[in-house]
């Protein structure tokens, strides 16, 4: 389970505060993926990485108690002065996992050849999206955190490749994902959230979400 009890956060813009949660309460419940609509500007990033613990509350508790993703696309944990290589080995032997087995998971999806043993700083976007996205994929974890800001891959292949992987995992895993859209939560939850105003309004079904939303809107 991942819960938010009474979570705050905001940020002073230099002209005015901008708040991103006030007082907030909810939870995320093992095997009830949830989709989470909010209008661009709103903070939807802040609260996934608050999901993640990247970033604390103001005020209130987070309590993750369960294994929750780093949000899809992040590079937070990756030493760009070092290889794929190297980061890989390093984060498996973080996670206690067999560093061979995931330096050759992440090898295979990535799909970026020899540059794979070549420092991260000198990788292209895309790149470092698809290494990132096989670290993740790599580890097993309980909620998936995925934000629709992160950078894309228009590569082909390793879409199918990664694409197959993250089906299986999603499968048998809880997904929170964060969007302005509502077709794109569709293809991952049924249960939704409206976050507006520093509340998260949870609804039951994505069709009572997209209710408020669009009246809000």
Request: hydrophobic share 40%; with cysteine.
């Amino acid at each position: 389970m991942l819960e938010f009890d009474q979570v705050s956060k905001s940020f002073w813009t230099g002209k005015s505060r901008k708040v991103i949660l006030d007082r907030a309460s909810f939870r995320v419940e093992l095997g009830r993926s949830m989709g989470i609509l909010a209008p661009n500007g709103t903070g939807k990033t802040t609260l996934i990485n608050m999901m993640a613990g990247l970033e604390k509350p103001d005020e209130g508790e987070v309590r993750r108690l369960c294994r929750v993703s780093f949000p899809l696309g992040f590079m937070g944990g990756v030493n760009h002065r070092n290889t794929a290589t190297d980061n890989a080995r390093f984060i498996a032997t973080l996670y206690g996992l067999d560093p061979d087995y995931v330096e050759a998971f992440c090898r295979y999806i990535a799909g970026i050849g020899e540059y794979f043993d070549m420092p991260v700083g000198t990788y292209s976007q895309g790149m470092r999206a698809r290494l990132s996205f096989s670290l993740m994929l790599a580890l097993e974890f309980d909620i998936y955190l995925i934000d629709e800001g992160m950078p894309a891959t228009t590569d082909v292949e390793f879409n199918r490749r990664a694409g197959s992987v993250l089906r299986d995992r999603l499968a048998q895993a809880t997904v929170v994902i964060v969007s302005h859209q509502a077709e794109t939560l569709e293809k991952y939850a049924a249960e939704a959230a409206v976050l507006r105003d520093g509340k998260l309004h949870q609804f039951g079904s994505l069709e009572e979400a997209k209710a408020l939303y669009d009246y809000t809107a």
